[in-house]
Structure formats: structure tokens, C-alpha cells
């Protein structure tokens, strides 16, 4: 059954443990505003004990723990072209930017500060989470 968390009322790490580790919990999916990897690191033991189970993507039966789905906020440029066109804003190169961004954005994050060996042996199991179809981002 689907659960709305918003994190104004309850701490942040608190309100996804809760919601992972209840009873029957097979599989989680996200939808977060903004994501920093290093977070990951709240909840990546959580995921690696889920069960998971079977969603249907793109018309294939597919084994996952955790989707996330990251909606970030649009740059002033993306408004302005949306304004100003005439035709669909989602071609395969617009999609190839927008991933490309995303992934530029990541990677700033990751040059904040020093990254201590929590925050690469959690990126780390993220990686293998995502290698082995359990996380999906």
C-alpha cells in the first residue's frame, strides 16, 4: 500500500527507516525532490534487507528493492524555452541532456569536502545496488 511521507513533522532518516523496516515491506519506491548520494548512507542498510519483488517496467517483469525517482528543481532555461516553443520539449537529445546534467550534478556533489570511508563504502554499495537491479534511480 502506498505511504506519503513528507519530512516537515518527522525527522528525515527516522521517517524512511520507519516506513523500510515495517513488517511486509517487500520493495520501496522514492520520489524525493533532491537527492545527495552521500545520504544514501541512511538507508542503504534498510534496502539491502528488503525482500523485493517484481514491477513491471517498460513491459518486462523486473526484481527491485528500492526505484527512486529523482524531480529536481528546472533551470531558468528549461522555463524560458517551454515558454518560447512551439514543439515537444522531450526529444531523445533533450533526455540526453537532462541525464547528462543530472549526472554533472552528482559528480559536483561528490567534489564537496574530503569524502571520508563511510561516504565511499556507501557509495560503493550503492553501485552494487544499482548493478544488481536492486536500486533503480
Not at 557509495?123 to 544499482?130: E, G, K
Request: proline share 2%.
Amino acid at each position: 500500500m502506498a505511504r506519503i511521507y513528507d519530512n516537515i513533522e518527522t525527522k528525515f532518516a527516522e521517517g524512511l527507516q520507519g516506513i523500510i523496516t515495517n513488517a511486509g515491506v517487500k520493495r520501496v519506491d522514492f520520489c524525493v525532490g533532491y537527492f545527495n548520494l552521500r545520504g544514501w548512507n541512511l538507508i542503504v542498510d534498510q534496502i539491502d534487507t528488503l525482500a523485493g519483488d517484481y514491477v513491471d517496467e517498460n513491459n518486462k517483469r523486473i526484481f527491485r528493492k528500492c526505484r527512486l525517482l529523482i524531480g529536481m528543481h528546472r533551470p531558468a532555461e528549461e522555463l524560458i524555452r517551454e515558454l518560447y516553443t512551439e514543439q515537444p520539449l522531450t526529444d531523445v537529445n533533450y533526455v540526453n541532456q537532462c541525464k547528462l546534467e543530472m549526472t554533472r550534478g552528482f559528480r559536483r556533489q561528490l567534489q564537496l569536502g574530503l569524502p571520508t570511508k563511510q561516504d565511499e563504502f556507501t557509495l560503493r554499495r550503492l553501485s552494487a545496488q544499482m548493478k544488481d537491479e536492486a536500486a533503480f534511480i
